[in-house]
C-alpha cells in the first residue's frame, strides 16, 4: 500500500478553485511532484520542484507543501482538468512511491 | 523534441518472461536516470524500478524485486525492463519515463506512451 495518501475523489464548479493534498510523513523530507493524467494517456507532469510548471502547463496550477502534506491547486478548473491526479515523491525508506490518486471532476 | 517509444509488451502466461524495451530520442539518454511505472487496469500508476544514468545503481519496488531486472544501454539510448515469474498482477500498461532533479527533489518529466503487458493462462 501507498505510504501517500490522497482523497479518492474531489469535485469543482466550472471557474472554480480546487485543493489537491498528499499526506505522509516522508513528504516532511522530500518533495513531491504532481501529474494529471486522462483515460487512455500516458501522465503529465504539471508540478515539480516546489512550484515549477513545465512548458505549457498553465499558471493555474500551483503547488504548495507543508509538514507532511504536499498540494496542488487548481485555481480557475477548466472542464479540460477534469482527471486523475497523482503526487510521486519518497516513502519512509527512501524508495520513489506514488499517491493514491484523486478523481477531479469539474461540475 | 522528447520522445520515448515503449516495446514489447504483449501476453504471457504466468510463470513466464518478457523484455519491454524504451527507446529515448531528442535528448542525452546517457546523462538522465529513467524509471519503469506501470498501471494495472482501473488502478493507480505503480513505480516499479529505476535506474541511474550510467546504469550502475538500481532500484526496485518491493513488488517486482528479484523477479524484475532493470538495465539500459546508452550506446543504443535504450532503456530495458526483463521480467521474469510473472503474475497475474503484474498486467498492466508498463511506462518508461525520464527523471529529472535530484534525490530529495525528483520527478519524472517526459514519459512514454505504454506498452499493455498481458499475463494470463
Known amino acids: 500500500s501507498s505510504e501517500l495518501t490522497q482523497d479518492p475523489a474531489v469535485s469543482v464548479a466550472l471557474g472554480q478553485t480546487v485543493r489537491i493534498t498528499c499526506q505522509g510523513d516522508?513528504?516532511?523530507?522530500?518533495?513531491a511532484s504532481w501529474y494529471q493524467q486522462k483515460p487512455g494517456q500516458a501522465p503529465v507532469l504539471v508540478v515539480y520542484?516546489?512550484?515549477n510548471r513545465p512548458s505549457g502547463i498553465p499558471d493555474r496550477f500551483s503547488g504548495s507543501s507543508s509538514g507532511n502534506t504536499a498540494s496542488l491547486t487548481i485555481t480557475g478548473a477548466q472542464a479540460e482538468d477534469e482527471a486523475d491526479y497523482y503526487c510521486y515523491s519518497r516513502d519512509s525508506s527512501g524508495n520513489h512511491v506514488f499517491g493514491t490518486g484523486t478523481k477531479v471532476t469539474v461540475l | 523534441e522528447v520522445q520515448l517509444v515503449e516495446s514489447g509488451g504483449g501476453s504471457v502466461q504466468p510463470g513466464g518472461s518478457l523484455r519491454l524495451s524504451c527507446v529515448a530520442s531528442g535528448f542525452t539518454f546517457s546523462t538522465y536516470a529513467m524509471h519503469w511505472v506501470r498501471q494495472a487496469p482501473g488502478k493507480g500508476l505503480e513505480y516499479v524500478s529505476a535506474?541511474?544514468?550510467?546504469?550502475?545503481?538500481?532500484y526496485y519496488a518491493t513488488s517486482v524485486k528479484g523477479r524484475f531486472t532493470i538495465s539500459r544501454d546508452n550506446s543504443k539510448n535504450t532503456l530495458y525492463l526483463q521480467m521474469g515469474s510473472l503474475r497475474a498482477e503484474d498486467m498492466a500498461v508498463y511506462y518508461c519515463a525520464r527523471e529529472i532533479g535530484d534525490y530529495y527533489d525528483s520527478s519524472v518529466d517526459y514519459w512514454g506512451q505504454g506498452t499493455l503487458v498481458t499475463v494470463s493462462s
Open positions: 520542484h516546489k512550484n
Open positions: 516522508s513528504l516532511r523530507n522530500y518533495y
Open positions: 535506474i541511474s544514468s550510467n546504469g550502475v545503481t538500481t
